[in-house]
Every structure is written in C-alpha cells, then in structure tokens.
C-alpha cells in the first residue's frame, strides 16, 4: 500500500500550477498547498496501516487494495466500504470533500461496468478496466473537472462565441486525441496524482466534439492549473485558523493548450449518449454521491458538537429556546446520517453485480443539501453569537506577558481556562465566518450542481413517485357518484 510519504514525493513532477501569475516551482514548499498535501499524506497512511481495516484483498488485481475503491458486491461489501470512507473522514471531521476516495468511487463503478464505454465507433471497455486496476493497484489520487467554465449558463459549448472555451477535441491522430480549451472545478488537483476530465452537464447534438472523457496525469505538458485565491498562506497558526490551516482544498480552473491525450488514457471519444451513460448506467452518480453524504455526515456531526460545547462552556445550555436550537441541529443532522443508512438498506445488486444505494434516500438528503447546510451554520452562529467577535487577534495575544494576564482573566468562563475557551471559539469562527467557512458553504450548496438541478434531476425522478400515484389512483377508484359509500 502506498504509504504518505511515498505520496509527498511524487508531488514534484513538474506540474504547472499558477498562483498569483506565477508558476509554482513545488507545491509541497508553497503554503498555500503544503499543509493540505500533508493531511492527504495522512490518509494514505491510514490507510497503509493493516490494523485500519481499509485494506482488503481485490481479485480485479489479485492483490492488496484500499476498500474506499471497491465496487462493492455484496451488502456487506457495502458496509464494509461505508466504514472504510468513514475512517478518513472522521480523520479530517468532514472538512475535505474531495479526498481520493470521492473520484476514486466513480471508477470503481466505471470499472464494474466497462460495456458503457464501448460502442460502434470505438471500444473504450479495456481502458476503463486498465485504469480501474491501476487506482487500486497504485492507490492515485484522482481529482476531476467535469463541469464547463462559467461562460454562460444559457447555452452549452457549441453556442459560445470563441472556439474551444470547454474543453474539446481539436483534432485526432495515431496517438490519441488534442485537447483545448477548459473546464472547471478542479479540486484537489493542484496535489492529486491525475485528473480526470469529463462533462457532467447534458450537452446537444451540436457538442459533440466536448463529449469526451478522459484522465491524465497533472504534470502533462500542456494542462495548466489556475488556482483560486488559497486562504492557508493567511492562517497565522493552527490555533488561530485550526481548520484553515489544515484542510483548505485547493480549487482550480484546467486549461489545455493543445494537450495530448494518449489513445489508452481516452474512455468516451466525442459521443453525447455515452457521456452521460457514463455516470447513470454504471451507478456511478449514487455511489459517488453516497461517499460524498457519509463524509457530509461526518462534517455535520462535527459541527454539532461544536455547537454543543459552546453552550456547556457559555453556560447556556439549560436556557429552553437554546435546547430547542440543539434539538433543532440534532435533527437535522440526523436526518442525513439516517439517509447514508437508509441507502445502504435499500441498495439493489444492479445486472453487473454492483450494490447500489438506494436512490430514493440518497436523493432526499442531497436535494435538501443547499438547505441543510446554511441551517446548521446558521444555528451555531445563534449559539455563539458575539463570542467569535471577541477574541484575541492571535496566538500572540495568548503567549507575550503584556497581553496574556488581561486574556486570563476576561477571555474565560467558569471552569474553562481561557485558553480552552478561545480555542474553542476560534475554531468555531473558522466554521462559520473565515474565507474557509465562506468557501465550505457555497462548495456544500453547489456541490452536486445547482439545487435546482439536483431536486429536478436527481430528487424527484428517483423518490418513487410513480408508485404512490399508482396507490392512490387504486385507493379513488374504490368509491365514485355511482359507488359514494366505496363499499
């Protein structure tokens, strides 16, 4: 098993990521990727460790895999999984949305279905199944951009004045295909392995040449990575910024100029059906998304207990509205953990053999997500009203002997050293008010793509409706003017 050290290593491959109109020279000495890249190395060597129970033995490689890339066979392969993305997640409590094993879930479904990439025109099947086996054999940390730049929301590709502004093919060869244009949100690229590059939006007949799919490693010649303003370089220390400084994903724009994409790293070659087929008929969106909910989950519960320490430490906690807030928060988070459960209990084997969380829960807890999350923030943001405000400008304030005896006596509360209470209080700001909390809201909002979106195409196609309206129609039709007492 790829252990983090291995992974820091490999980081220093020549990639071009631009940060302030500059190409970074390496991202493991830059601050604004550093520290991220070392809590990454940290699950790879979670997961590294037999006694984690992350690892289990794949015949798709005869060999040692990481569980988080399986496609699951098997209930218990289910639970098996969602325990596994579990103990990476409680290691960064939520705060990394996309960490390896989010990518890595769409092609472990992409894998146990590899007749959707093959068609008349060309048969991908083989490269999906190689990569597949390369990700549990090499552990990689894939990032992915498969959404069109913000150009208009209008119209797809093939209306935008300017050619290849999404990424398309320019051209083809022996080798493989050249690429142009962009596509965004890239994150985790900038210290990932490969991207994986695609588009999720339904696209027309006239954007053929922006169906595609594909992966390639970050430090190809040609793919630029466009970094969005990072906040982790701001974070004086991990006292003052504790999530910030640890968990700030960097977020990128890819353009290609004119890449190459070798003909094995191709998966769909400009073919609009097969693009989406690609995420439904393998059961990729449900899987993908359900790792996304068990790491959700785990965010939200953390959150939660925040909120409650801070009413233990304020001493509010037995104030009624407050215990309402609480009874409020609890149920809220709640009812997401509940639908990662009830999805694995309704997960069906699908005609390749895979489990597949139920869609019905899985759907109900994203469509509400753009809700979900503000509500909680907003929450504790009730709780520790003005207590975030008042705090200490740093670290510096806790430590220099001017300032630390006024920060002993005014910033404490009963039984809480001031230090335990501006810790807690810090951290809690870094939830709901730093650029990093600012950044988390919008990512959980839009996430899965606007709500719109997910409530239309996901929510209410997938809930069943067909179903109760099949038993109502059954339940009016036992009484009508020429039946009134339905007996």
């Given at each position: 098993?790829?252990?983090?050290?291995?992974?820091?290593?490999?980081?220093?491959?020549?990639?071009?990521?631009?940060?302030?109109?500059e190409v970074v020279d390496n991202v493991l000495e830059h601050p604004a990727f550093a520290r991220v890249a070392h809590t990454m190395a940290e699950l790879f060597d979670i997961a590294a460790d037999p006694e984690s129970g992350m690892q289990f033995h794949s015949d798709d490689i005869n060999g040692t895999a990481n569980r988080v890339f399986a496609a699951p066979r098997t209930q218990q392969e289910l639970v098996l999984r969602r325990k596994a993305i579990e103990k990476w997640a409680k290691h960064t409590h939520g705060w990394v949305g996309r960490s390896p094993d989010h990518v890595?879930?769409?092609?472990?479904?992409?894998?146990?279905?590899?007749?959707?990439?093959?068609?008349?025109?060309?048969?991908?099947?083989?490269?999906?199944?190689?990569?597949?086996?390369?990700?549990?054999?090499?552990?990689?940390?894939?990032?992915?951009?498969?959404?069109?730049?913000?150009?208009?929301?209008?119209?797809?590709?093939?209306?935008?004045?300017?050619?290849?502004?999404?990424?398309?093919?320019?051209?083809?060869?022996?080798?493989?295909?050249?690429?142009?244009?962009?596509?965004?949100?890239?994150?985790?690229?900038?210290?990932a392995d490969e991207v994986f590059v695609t588009c999720i939006k339904p696209l027309g007949p006239d954007d053929v040449d922006f169906a595609i799919s594909f992966a390639l490693p970050v430090a190809t010649d040609g793919l630029k990575?466009?970094?969005?303003?990072?906040?982790?370089?701001?974070?004086?220390?991990?006292?003052?910024?504790?999530?910030?400084?640890?968990?700030?994903e960097p977020d990128a724009l890819v353009v290609f100029d004119d890449v190459l994409v070798p003909w094995e790293r191709v998966f769909i070659d400009r073919d609009v059906q097969?693009?989406?087929?690609?995420?439904f008929d393998t059961g990729a969106h449900a899987l993908g998304n359900w790792q996304a909910q068990i790491r959700f989950a785990t965010?939200?519960?953390?959150?939660?207990?925040?909120?409650?320490?801070?009413?233990?430490?304020?001493?509010?906690?037995?104030?009624?509205?407050?215990?309402?807030?609480?009874?409020?928060?609890?149920?809220?988070?709640?009812?997401?953990?509940?639908?990662?459960?009830?999805?694995?209990?309704?997960?069906?084997?699908?005609?390749?053999?895979?489990?597949v969380p139920g869609k019905s829960a899985l759907y109900g807890a994203m469509g509400l997500q753009s809700e979900t999350y503000p509500r909680v923030i907003t929450i504790l943001r009730d709780l520790v009203g003005?207590?975030?405000?008042?705090?200490?400008?740093?670290?510096?304030?806790?430590?220099?002997?001017?300032?630390?005896?006024?920060?002993?006596?005014?910033?404490?509360?009963?039984?809480?050293?001031?230090?335990?209470?501006?810790?807690?209080?810090k951290l809690a700001w870094d939830i709901v008010g730093s650029e990093f909390a600012g950044r988390h809201q919008q990512y959980?909002?839009?996430?899965?793509?606007?709500?719109?979106?997910?409530?239309?195409?996901?929510?209410?196609?997938?809930?069943?409706?067909?179903?109760?309206?099949?038993?109502?129609?059954?339940?009016?039709?036992?009484?009508?003017?020429?039946?009134p007492t339905g007996v």
């Open positions: 098993m790829r252990t983090g050290d291995q992974y820091l290593k490999s980081l220093n491959d020549g990639r071009t990521v631009i940060l302030d109109g890595g879930t769409f092609f472990a479904a992409f894998g146990a279905h590899p007749q959707v990439f093959a068609n008349d025109k060309h048969d991908f099947s083989g490269n999906v199944e190689r990569y597949y086996k390369r990700i549990l054999s090499e552990n990689l940390y894939l990032s992915y951009a498969i959404i069109p730049p913000q150009v208009s929301r209008a119209t797809t590709a093939s209306g935008w004045e300017g050619e290849y502004l999404q990424v398309g093919v320019v051209r083809e060869t022996e080798e493989g295909l050249i690429v142009r244009g962009s596509q965004m949100l890239a994150t985790g690229a900038a210290i990575l466009y970094s969005r303003r990072p906040f982790a370089p701001a974070a004086t220390s991990a006292f003052d910024y504790p999530l910030t400084s640890r968990y700030d097969t693009l989406r087929r690609q995420f965010k939200l519960k953390f959150i939660a207990s925040v909120a409650r320490k801070v009413t233990q430490v304020n001493g509010t906690d037995k104030i009624p509205g407050v215990q309402e807030k609480l009874g409020e928060l609890a149920a809220v988070v709640q009812s997401v953990e509940s639908a990662v459960l009830a999805a694995e209990y309704t997960a069906t084997q699908d005609e390749a053999g895979m489990m003005g207590g975030v405000l008042q705090l200490p400008s740093s670290i510096l304030d806790m430590t220099s002997d001017l300032t630390r005896p006024d920060m002993e006596r005014y910033v404490q509360s009963p039984g809480v050293p001031s230090e335990e209470r501006v810790k807690l209080f959980e909002m839009f996430y899965a793509g606007a709500p719109f979106v997910v409530r239309g195409a996901y929510t209410y196609r997938n809930y069943g409706y067909d179903a109760l309206v099949a038993e109502l129609d059954q339940y009016l039709s036992a009484y009508s003017t020429d039946n």
